[in-house]
């Protein structure tokens, strides 16, 4: 089975555009772009799956002039993304207080704070990590943006599903490996 890099752990984007997009593929979870990278680079994987552009954000970091410059692009793949309000308990939405989540799920669901202004953003490293700081801190009142899927797999509850700005929101993967000389 070939392995293939993505942002990880389980249940990120970049995994699950890999398990929709290469079924075949055994994933490596890295903490981030430049790890996959040099992963591929030093053979430890085959191929990587790298976000390289999102419909509202736009281009993710430099990753495309980086694959332009040093890779194969295999192919590219439109992933569907859909975020999902989650707490450690089923509470109303008045009741959250604050919410964690990575900054670009922080900037692909601006109506939803801006329709629930008592509730704080808090940008995290990653939606993983805000996930961990949720169950961790155990209190009622503070909320992650997260896939259903990682929430779901965490045991945490989501409290309002589809709350990204535009339903149609997507982010585009590259496959990729290395130049073969």
């Given amino acids: 089975m ?5 942002l ?7 995994d699950l555009a890999a398990k929709a997009f290469l079924p075949a593929h055994e994933p490596i979870y890295f903490q981030d772009f430049n790890a996959i ?16 552009y999102n419909s509202l954000a736009g281009s993710v970091g430099h990753n495309k002039e980086r694959i332009a410059k040093h890779y194969r692009l295999m192919s590219t793949h439109d992933f569907p993304i859909h975020l999902c309000l989650g707490a450690i308990k089923r509470i109303e939405l008045n009741e959250i207080k604050q919410v964690y989540s990575h900054a670009m799920a922080i900037k692909e669901t601006q109506k939803f704070f801006q329709q629930h202004p008592y509730i704080i953003p808090k940008i995290d490293k990653s939606t993983s990590e805000s996930i961990t700081k949720v169950k961790e801190d155990k209190t009622a009142s503070t909320g992650v943006i997260a896939s259903a899927e990682a929430i779901e797999a965490a045991e945490l509850v989501c409290l309002k599903a589809h709350i990204e700005d535009h339903s149609r929101n997507y982010t585009t993967f590259a496959h990729i490996a290395l130049v073969q000389d």
């Fill in 8 to 14: 990880g752990p389980q249940f990120t984007f970049h």
């Fill in 37 to 52: 990278f040099s992963a591929l680079e030093e053979g430890l994987i085959e191929s990587a799956l790298i976000a390289v």
């Fill in 2 to 6: 070939n392995k293939v890099g993505v």
